[in-house]
């Protein structure tokens, strides 16, 4: 673990180097280190109608860099490399002749087979063939855990998966015997020494996040998956996951999946919280983003106004017919130190330095507030702050079939800033408050510059770079800490029944998107720079300094910290486990 930690600290700092001497030269590029992904998708093996081979062939077809496949915990009936519309087939692992084993099914699922046995025998060794097929995408195995307590989460461990000549996928299995909410398996898992949890609920699911942090903590993601479609995922729950797996829990799906969907995101509206209204009618995604993403001061800018390294991804959920393909509609893009290299990506995604897309409206971004890039804290004595966007709308066809508007133009980019208060205590009652009142948008900048809109604020005019990029520089006065973040679309201000006057989407009404419509309302979002403001007079060097380290290592501070303080323990070095947030009353 400690050799990971010194790569991790390599790889980052080379990655540093690298970007800033791209940015500092040309500022055209990052020298190609932000690849396209999706980590959300489905095969025979657990629900989707086509065969593995067919959505791996897809994911390439629509330009992605790298992909998981992810197929739901639990238990399944169907052998995915063999199953599927495109072959023409339904193979049961019965019919198969292939014998599933562990403890008996309930009796309507006979012939179904714990995902621990899928994963660790079947699905893992079609990721090895697809691996030799697309030498330079990068593969994973991950699979979407049925959180106890909650709903879904996406979820993958690289170890052992690279292993030249040894390759497996044992720890995921284990892990999916060990804590998903629909494997009941109690016998499968003994004769490797696996075992299993015996909490339930919430418990269960904090008990495995801790599972990951302790053992995978530089080689695990957990991410929510459409985390505002059920209602079964609180503000309280991401700060409980995040306080005990800070290295693995690091942030949810902003832009769920099923963005073709009749009801785009699939989302149930008698379920969703914050469903929307529009002329009478229900909406629960806006411009397909999740209200938790999509909302200025809603639960993601709660989360970020206490400082909170949380991030915001897109994914396909792909299944069927009446899904966009991986890749055709959304991207996430996330900056690694290498290419095709599976560490890099987990830590790229760890780190924050990533946005999403949908209908590849962009195809680049380099966006910094002083030095910092996305994920990161510039830390400033000066008063204000220079930050630095550079857009790539790119003049090419996007993967739209539905209609002849293939080639989006952005319209314009907000820039949003929130101010940054600290860490809320479990005990303190705000720490279930999934609102703030400080994030705002504070520019907005498009081609013309000039148009005002309802709040009374007033476009910039960027300017044109050269080969479809965009450039804008701007100063803002800071006093305190800051986080700001971009989102951008094609729509204009006021556009009907899709944008407000503010520039905020509106709801996506139930049973009225079509394909078409998706492609037509397409937007980026950004993740996050924040900026640690240190005044010349209130803190002095040491403070500083010290200040600076705990940024660095992810510690932070009490909002209103009278009462309460954020102590951090190290009392697990010995074992190769890395600090983790632990709280206590008083002084
Ligand atoms: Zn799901
Ligand atoms: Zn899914």
Same mark, same amino acid.
């Given at each position: 673990?400690?050799?990971?930690?010194?790569?991790?600290?390599?790889?980052?700092?080379?990655?540093?180097?690298?970007?800033?001497?791209?940015?500092?030269?040309?500022?055209?590029?990052?020298?190609?280190?932000?690849?396209?992904?999706?980590?959300?998708?489905?095969?025979?093996?657990?629900?989707?109608?086509?065969?593995?081979?067919?959505?791996?062939?897809?994911?390439?077809?629509?330009?992605?860099?790298?992909?998981?496949?992810?197929?739901?915990?639990?238990?399944?009936?169907?052998?995915?490399?063999?199953?599927?519309?495109?072959?023409?087939?339904?193979?049961?692992?019965?019919?198969?002749?292939?014998?599933?084993?562990?403890?008996?099914?309930?009796?309507?699922?006979?012939?179904?087979?714990?995902?621990?046995?899928?994963?660790?025998?079947?699905?893992?060794?079609?990721?090895?063939?697809?691996?030799?097929?697309?030498?330079?995408?990068?593969?994973?195995?991950?699979?979407?855990?049925?959180?106890?307590?909650?709903?879904?989460?996406?979820?993958?461990?690289?170890?052992?998966?690279?292993?030249?000549?040894?390759?497996?996928?044992?720890?995921?299995?284990?892990?999916?015997?060990?804590?998903?909410?629909?494997?009941?398996?109690?016998?499968?898992?003994?004769?490797?020494?696996?075992?299993?949890?015996?909490?339930?609920?919430?418990?269960?699911?904090?008990?495995?996040?801790?599972?990951?942090?302790?053992?995978?903590?530089?080689?695990?993601?957990?991410?929510?998956?459409?985390?505002?479609?059920?209602?079964?995922?609180?503000?309280?729950?991401?700060?409980?996951?995040?306080?005990?797996?800070?290295?693995?829990?690091?942030?949810?799906?902003?832009?769920?999946?099923?963005?073709?969907?009749?009801?785009?995101?699939?989302?149930?509206?008698?379920?969703?919280?914050?469903?929307?209204?529009?002329?009478?009618?229900?909406?629960?995604?806006?411009?397909?983003?999740?209200?938790?993403?999509?909302?200025?001061?809603?639960?993601?800018?709660?989360?970020?106004?206490?400082?909170?390294?949380?991030?915001?991804?897109?994914?396909?959920?792909?299944?069927?017919?009446?899904?966009?393909?991986?890749?055709? $509609?959304?991207?996430?893009?996330?900056?690694?130190?290498?290419?095709? /290299?599976?560490?890099? %990506? @987990?830590? !790229?995604?760890? *780190? &924050?330095?990533?946005?999403?897309?949908?209908?590849?409206?962009?195809?680049?971004?380099?966006?910094?507030?002083?030095?910092?890039?996305?994920?990161?804290?510039?830390?400033?004595?000066?008063?204000?702050?220079?930050?630095?966007?550079?857009?790539?709308?790119?003049?090419?066809?996007? $993967?739209?079939?539905?209609?002849?508007?293939?080639?989006?133009?952005? /319209?314009?980019?907000? %820039? @949003?800033? !929130?101010?940054? *208060? &600290?860490?809320?205590?479990?005990?303190?009652?705000?720490?279930?408050?999934?609102?703030?009142?400080?994030?705002?948008?504070?520019?907005?900048?498009?081609?013309?510059?000039?148009?005002?809109?309802?709040?009374?604020?007033?476009?910039?005019?960027?300017?044109?770079?050269?080969?479809?990029?965009?450039?804008?520089?701007?100063?803002?006065?800071?006093?305190?800490?800051?986080?700001?973040?971009?989102? !951008?679309?094609?729509?204009?201000?006021?556009?009907?029944?899709?944008?407000?006057?503010?520039?905020?989407?509106?709801?996506?009404?139930?049973?009225?998107?079509?394909?078409?419509?998706?492609?037509?309302?397409?937007?980026?979002?950004?993740?996050?720079?924040?900026?640690?403001?240190?005044?010349?007079?209130?803190?002095?060097?040491?403070?500083?300094?010290?200040?600076?380290?705990?940024?660095?290592?992810?510690?932070?501070?009490?909002?209103?910290?009278?009462?309460?303080?954020?102590?951090?323990?190290?009392?697990?070095?010995?074992?190769?486990?890395?600090?983790?947030?632990?709280?206590?009353?008083?002084?």
């Amino acid at each position: 673990m400690r050799l990971q930690y010194v790569f991790l600290q390599i790889s980052l700092f080379c990655f540093i180097i690298l970007n800033s001497c791209s940015t500092g030269e040309s500022s055209k590029s990052q020298d190609g280190l932000y690849v396209s992904g999706d980590f959300h998708q489905h095969t025979t093996y657990s629900g989707g109608e086509y065969s593995f081979g067919h959505v791996m062939e897809a994911s390439k077809k629509y330009g992605l860099d790298w992909w998981s496949n992810s197929d739901h915990g639990g238990t399944r009936e169907l052998w995915g490399k063999a199953s599927g519309v495109d072959l023409g087939t339904r193979v049961t692992w019965e019919s198969a002749g292939i014998k599933p084993f562990g403890s008996p099914q309930e009796s309507e699922d006979v012939g179904f087979m714990w995902r621990w046995q899928s994963l660790k025998y079947y699905n893992f060794e079609d990721i090895l063939i697809w691996r030799r097929v697309f030498p330079d995408k990068l593969i994973l195995q991950a699979f979407e855990w049925n959180v106890p307590g909650h709903e879904h989460a996406n979820v993958s461990i690289i170890a052992n998966q690279f292993d030249a000549g040894k390759e497996n996928c044992d720890p995921l299995a284990q892990f999916e015997y060990m804590f998903d909410d629909e494997d009941n398996d109690t016998t499968g898992g003994l004769e490797f020494g696996w075992k299993k949890s015996s909490l339930e609920g919430k418990e269960k699911a904090l008990e495995a996040a801790k599972w990951l942090q302790t053992n995978y903590p530089m080689q695990a993601y957990a991410i929510p998956s459409h985390p505002d479609k059920s209602g079964e995922y609180l503000i309280s729950d991401f700060r409980d996951f995040n306080n005990v797996a800070p290295d693995v829990f690091f942030g949810f799906d902003g832009m769920p999946g099923h963005q073709k969907n009749p009801t785009r995101g699939s989302y149930d509206l008698d379920e969703a919280p914050y469903p929307a209204e529009m002329n009478n009618k229900k909406g629960a995604t806006f411009g397909g983003a999740g209200p938790f993403a999509s909302r200025i001061g809603g639960v993601w800018d709660a989360l970020l106004s206490e400082g909170r390294k949380w991030w915001i991804s897109a994914s396909s959920d792909y299944h069927a017919d009446d899904d966009f393909y991986p890749g055709e $509609f959304q991207k996430t893009y996330t900056g690694v130190a290498g290419k095709n /290299d599976p560490q890099a %990506l @987990i830590d !790229g995604m760890r *780190s &924050g330095n990533t946005y999403i897309v949908t209908g590849d409206l962009i195809t680049g971004l380099n966006f910094k507030v002083g030095k910092a890039m996305m994920g990161q804290t510039f830390e400033t004595e000066k008063n204000n702050v220079k930050i630095e966007i550079e857009i790539l709308d790119p003049d090419i066809q996007n $993967f739209n079939t539905y209609s002849d508007y293939t080639n989006p133009e952005l /319209d314009h980019i907000d %820039l @949003i800033a !929130g101010e940054v *208060s &600290g860490y809320i205590s479990p005990s303190n009652p705000e720490y279930s408050k999934d609102n703030v009142s400080t994030t705002r948008v504070i520019a907005r900048f498009d081609a013309t510059g000039g148009i005002e809109d309802a709040n009374g604020l007033v476009s910039r005019k960027w300017t044109d770079s050269g080969n479809s990029w965009k450039k804008i520089s701007y100063q803002f006065g800071v006093s305190g800490n800051m986080y700001f973040r971009l989102r !951008g679309t094609n729509l204009s201000l006021n556009s009907p029944e899709e944008l407000d006057g503010a520039g905020n989407p509106l709801p996506d009404i139930a049973e009225e998107n079509t394909p078409a419509r998706a492609f037509s309302d397409l937007w980026f979002y950004s993740n996050p720079v924040f900026v640690e403001y240190v005044s010349e007079k209130g803190n002095s060097a040491s403070e500083k300094q010290k200040s600076i380290s705990d940024i660095q290592q992810g510690k932070k501070w009490y909002r209103g910290n009278t009462h309460t303080h954020a102590t951090f323990s190290d009392e697990n070095d010995t074992n190769d486990v890395p600090m983790i947030a632990r709280w206590h009353e008083g002084n």
